[in-house]
């Protein structure tokens, strides 16, 4: 059974932090690059940030130099840090396969606000 658990969101001012994390199941993991994916209010899901499975990132535009993925193969965890959070950053953050197999998680939710 396939099963992807994000966690790490909550209510953040702009310009702070958080660091999200997914526990992949292993039969998932090990064989996929992987991908963090959000949806915003209205909006539809996009990618935000992708890595391969020999841990080499890849981000869209808007998070560049803000974003950091990266992944623990002995964990089968997959994070993202993610810094100098912006109010467009407000989104569900979901991860799963790159590109999407159809499996995802229950997402988890980042607020930025003052």
């Known amino acids: 059974q396939v099963q992807l658990v994000e966690s790490g969101g909550g209510l953040v001012q702009p310009g702070g932090s958080l660091r999200l994390s997914c526990a992949a199941s292993g039969s998932i993991f090990s064989r996929n690059d992987m991908g963090w994916y959000r949806r915003a209010p209205g909006k539809q899901r996009e990618l935000v940030a992708g890595?391969?499975?020999?841990?080499?990132?890849n981000y869209v535009d808007s998070v560049k130099g803000r974003f950091t993925i990266s992944r623990d193969n002995a964990k089968n965890t997959v994070y993202l840090q993610m810094n100098s959070l912006k109010r467009e950053d407000t989104a569900v953050y979901y991860c799963?396969?790159?590109?999407?197999?159809?499996?995802w998680g229950q997402g988890t939710q980042v607020t930025v606000s003052s």
């Open positions: 799963s396969t790159l590109p999407p197999t159809g499996y």
């Open positions: 890595i391969t499975r020999g841990g080499r990132g």
